[in-house]
């Protein structure tokens, strides 16, 4: 085990593009990273629109496997960065940093796409580990439901009281495959190309999810099944 915490088993390189408006944050996230061998920062900026052009003159293989960006910043903040990138079909996973435990801010975050959504008061090694999710095609979510998974009626503002039961019924493989997929924030009509289907029959799963869920959309299904431990 190295002093970074980092096993034979994942060697493999992660590169991280940063994007971040005050220089004391990014300095400190560059100091953190660079004490894990397997995290390689091969890029920053101070917001959206720099990070696009960044994206647009980096060679192929300088291009990042994850992107690291505040979710407040000037121009182009984090979810117009995700909207943006989705628009020019770059399929780069992006973590958003946040110093509030907003709601309304996860929620808008998950409909955008993000992949991660972590508190900037989180350990280094949640930091490292939410990296190492994301890479291999995991989310990031859980670090910014601390006011959400205190429990029913936590406070107002907090949507935690869903119409299902405490254990709702249990997803076919196919539902959960799909349900993942929408975890990551892609279309109904991306998920039914992935998987060999028509839109149709997508629609008809995430139906059946949501029945089963007791959800009524698609943010709702992303908070309960990470409520459930599910994704």
Do not use: Y
């Not at 780069?92 to 993000?114: N, S, W």
């Not at 989310?139 to 959400?148: C, F, Q, V």
């Amino acid at each position: 085990m190295s002093e970074g915490g980092v096993s034979s088993q994942q060697a493999t390189t992660i590169k991280i593009l940063l994007v971040e408006d005050q220089q004391l944050v990014l300095e400190g996230l560059k100091g953190l990273l660079a004490l894990h061998d397997e995290l390689q920062v091969v890029g920053e900026a101070r917001d959206g629109a720099e990070a696009l052009e960044w994206l647009a003159a980096a060679p192929a293989e300088q291009l990042p496997d994850v992107i690291l960006s505040d979710m407040r910043m000037p121009r182009l903040d984090g979810l117009g960065l995700i909207r943006a990138l989705a628009a020019r079909a770059l399929r780069l996973p992006v973590i958003l940093l946040t110093t509030f435990d907003d709601a309304a801010a996860f929620d808008e975050a998950v409909r955008a796409g993000a992949r991660g959504f972590l508190l900037k008061a989180i350990s280094p090694d949640t930091l490292v580990q939410a990296l190492r999710d994301v890479h291999g095609g995991g989310t990031a979510l859980r670090p910014a439901l601390t006011t959400r998974m205190e429990g029913r009626g936590a406070g107002p503002g907090v949507e935690r009281a869903f119409t299902a039961a405490d254990h709702p019924d249990p997803l076919s493989p196919k539902e959960l495959q799909v349900l993942r997929l929408v975890a990551s924030g892609r279309s109904n009509t991306e998920i039914a190309a992935l998987l060999g289907n028509s839109e149709g029959v997508i629609k008809n799963h995430c139906s059946a999810i949501f029945s089963k869920m007791g959800v009524r959309d698609r943010t709702q299904a992303v908070l309960r099944a990470i409520d459930l431990g599910w994704i």
